[in-house]
């Protein structure tokens, strides 16, 4: 079964028991919860279900944004100094 990976962030100062009882809707709709984040964010990584995506709810007043997780790279340019 092939799943779709997501960052789920809520809003500044959304209490913990809201988060927590999101995480646990989402996990309820055949979702899991692949890292909560407390300090920067708040919010959790969730890997869903393609089958379950439509069971996913991220409609919620607290959520901030849902985006796609994917990997992020920096790329620089060498500069190379003197002639």
């Known amino acids: 079964m ?16 809201v988060i927590d009882e999101q995480a646990k809707k989402a996990e309820e709709a055949g979702a899991t919860i692949k890292h909560r984040y407390t300090s920067a964010i708040l919010g959790y990584a969730v890997s869903v279900p393609n089958d379950a995506i439509n069971a996913f709810d991220a409609s919620h007043p ?22």
């Open 2 to 17: 092939s799943s779709s990976n997501y960052i789920v962030t809520f809003k500044k100062g959304t209490p913990a028991s």
């Open 62 to 83: 607290d959520v901030d944004f849902v985006e796609a997780d994917g990997e992020v790279t920096i790329q620089g340019q060498k500069h190379l100094s003197g002639n």
